[in-house]
């Protein structure tokens, strides 16, 4: 008997982080101690306070069934006062906000409740695959919007052909982006807005890294100046630490939300109660989330102190913990990439693979992942340190 993947499976390339993955893996086979800053998987410890909350939500739901599609009332709620706290912004629970096992499943899946086959999507690259996979496996069809050196890591919106904006249902971005460390000033927010009504576009904000940034400011939030036709999603795998527990959550127009409710009814039966209970803890906690602040910015220079040390041009990104680091002249990022992986036992993942088919915006970088506890990364530090590229 022949069994046969679909044509829309077995056309993609495999998933970044697992071919990294799999090269890590085959190295520690071999014995080496390998560091592994290419997948943006945190490992820095998830805060007592959440874990002991875990503990004590097992035995509240000890006699539940499943959950609720939207999430739990109280983490709805959770939700909705963080918005409010730090970014001013005014969200129903009930029909504004809805629970996610991590962001991820949600970028993907979206395009399936909006694309008719044929829609387009407008996405930015380099960023996260499963922003342009999921319209892929939607049927519908992806417009790339590059960002880069030259455009400031930008997209530029007026370039978009305009029979594409007349098949166009979404524009989506990242900001603080992944793989950039870009923050996304005011005003650039404010252009997209406009450029996303004149066009009748709705916006899709991914903000999973909001509360990872390393200025004075913090960043903008999407929703803070327009909750019409705008969507924004959120991560507790970050800010929080809370990476294993997948769990995060989408707020914004009701109709977008209403629409997204109604697809995951069909695909999931919603984040286990537990890990919602915990998570109504970390979103209620300013201090906790100050603290990982700082702790990251720390461990950040640290390591872009040591990348310049190896006669790197290297630099502080502005948000979310990776480093886009450019690579020596002459070299692109996947055999940077595997220079450093065989000369100082660390991963990073090479740019042009978080890119989208045809863009090679990241060929010459590659993404660095400041994911490890202090120790790691001071050992890290001293490999690179000690290298000279």
Not at 142 to 162: H, K, M, Q, R
Not at 281 to 308: C, F
Not at 368 to 386: G, Y
């Amino acid at each position: 008997m022949e069994i046969r993947a679909s044509e829309r499976l077995t056309s993609l390339e495999s998933y970044p982080f697992a071919m990294m993955d799999e090269r890590v893996r085959k190295m520690r086979e071999k014995g080496v101690d390998v560091i592994d800053f290419g997948v943006g998987s945190p490992k820095l410890g998830v805060p007592e306070a959440v874990r002991e909350a875990f503990k004590r939500g097992v035995e509240e739901f000890k006699n539940c069934g499943y959950p609720t599609y939207e999430g739990m009332v109280e983490f709805r709620k959770a939700a909705a006062e963080y918005l409010r706290r730090r970014f001013g912004v005014v969200v129903e629970p009930e029909s504004e906000v809805m629970s996610c096992a991590g962001t991820k499943e949600l970028l993907f899946h979206l395009p399936e409740a909006f694309l008719n086959p044929g829609e387009y999507a407008l996405v930015t690259t380099p960023g996260f695959a499963p922003s342009w996979r999921g319209v892929l496996f939607a049927e519908g069809r992806y417009y790339l919007l590059p960002i880069n050196e030259e455009n400031g890591y930008l997209p530029d919106i007026e370039a978009v052909p305009s029979d594409v904006l007349r098949r166009a249902k979404y524009i989506a971005v990242n900001y603080p982006n992944n793989p950039t460390g870009r923050v996304a000033p005011e005003d650039f927010y404010k252009k997209l807005l406009k450029f996303a009504r004149q066009n009748n576009l709705f916006v899709v904000s991914d903000e999973a890294y909001i509360e990872l940034y390393f200025g004075k400011n913090r960043p903008v939030s999407m929703l803070s100046l327009a909750k019409e036709g705008v969507i924004s999603f959120f991560s507790l795998s970050k800010q929080s630490m809370m990476a294993n527990y997948r769990i995060g959550f989408a707020a914004g127009d009701s109709r977008i939300i209403g629409a997204l409710k109604k697809l995951k009814s069909n695909i999931d039966s919603g984040v286990a109660n537990p890990i919602q209970y915990a998570a109504t803890v970390a979103l209620s906690d300013d201090k906790m989330m100050e603290k990982t602040r700082q702790y990251w910015k720390e461990l950040i220079g640290i390591v872009v102190e040591a990348l310049s040390k190896s006669g790197l041009d290297a630099r502080m990104p502005e948000g979310t913990f990776y480093i886009w680091q450019k690579t020596p002249q002459g070299e692109d990022g996947i055999s940077f990439a595997f220079r450093m992986l065989e000369e100082c036992g660390i991963g990073v993942m090479p740019g042009e693979w978080l890119c989208a088919p045809s863009d090679k915006s990241g060929k010459n970088f590659v993404r660095i992942a400041v994911n490890e506890p202090r120790e790691v990364v001071l050992e890290a530090a001293k490999r690179i340190s000690s290298t000279k590229w």
